[in-house]
């Protein structure tokens, strides 16, 4: 059973740090191209970084130049490093996996599983 | 950026009654389209892919169609476990933008 398992969320400042990991099992993961998603609080979802099995990296517009994806297939673990932080970046975070198969890359793919998200909120 | 849009916002219906939702792309994204569901603190669901495929395990009362800029997600006959908000998402671009969303409440 594919599982994928968020943590990290907290409350932080505006301008601070926070760094997420999502945990993988029940797939082979370093074979399959992973993101981050982000949904603020009763809002719609927004897709937020991209990060292929080999490590290519595709950001949103609204998080470029402050978040940094990463993964480490050893431990198959996927991580979000989030700084300068802002208030509108207050949101649960999901881990999801692309769909479609193994090394299937490029952006142009729906999302197949997800985890259960971990909450980050922006407030002095 | 490609946008979407869904209509209705909400939706109020009964159990074993049809629903249809549509969602709508700002330019052609050929059958790029996804749909998700999606319940109140739980991660979003798929349960369609490239406009019409059905996701393994989905039941089949839930079916998608369409094709360029409009496209529907139906529901056969409705049932208690579907009451959620459902979302599309277009993979036509790299831009990977999703709609607003349709919640399904009891009539």
């Known amino acids: 059973e594919v599982q994928l398992v968020e943590s990290g969320g907290g409350l932080v400042q505006p301008g601070g740090s926070l760094r997420l990991s999502c945990a993988a099992s029940?797939?082979?993961?370093?074979?399959?191209?992973m993101n981050w998603v982000r949904q603020a609080p009763g809002k719609g979802l927004e897709w937020v970084s991209y990060?292929?099995?080999?490590?290519?990296?595709y950001y949103a517009d609204s998080v470029k130049g402050r978040f940094t994806v990463s993964r480490d297939n050893a431990k198959n673990s996927l991580y979000l490093q989030l700084n300068s932080l802002r208030a509108e970046d207050t949101a649960v975070y999901y881990c999801?996996?692309?769909?479609?198969?193994?090394?299937?890359?490029?952006?142009?793919?729906?999302?197949?599983?997800w985890g259960q998200g971990t909450l980050v909120t922006v407030s002095s | 950026d490609i946008q979407m849009t869904q209509s209705p916002s909400t939706l109020s219906a009964s159990v074993g009654g049809r629903v249809t939702i549509t969602c709508r792309a700002s330019?052609?994204?050929?059958?790029?389209l996804a749909w998700y569901q999606q319940k109140p603190g739980k991660a979003p669901k798929l349960l369609i892919y490239?406009?019409?495929s059905l996701e393994s395990g989905v039941p089949s009362r839930f079916s998608g169609s369409g094709s360029g800029t409009e496209f529907t997600l139906t529901i056969s006959s409705l049932q208690p476990d579907d009451f959620a908000t459902y979302y599309c998402?277009?993979?036509?671009?790299?831009?990977?933008?999703f709609g607003p969303g349709t919640k399904v409440d009891f009539k």
């Open positions: 029940g797939f082979t993961f370093s074979r399959y191209s």
């Open positions: 490239k406009a019409s």
């Open positions: 998402q277009q993979y036509g671009s790299s831009s990977r933008t």
């Open positions: 990060i292929t099995s080999g490590s290519s990296i």
């Open positions: 999801a996996r692309d769909g479609g198969g193994e090394y299937i890359v490029g952006l142009l793919n729906y999302f197949d599983y």
């Open positions: 330019q052609s994204i050929s059958s790029w």
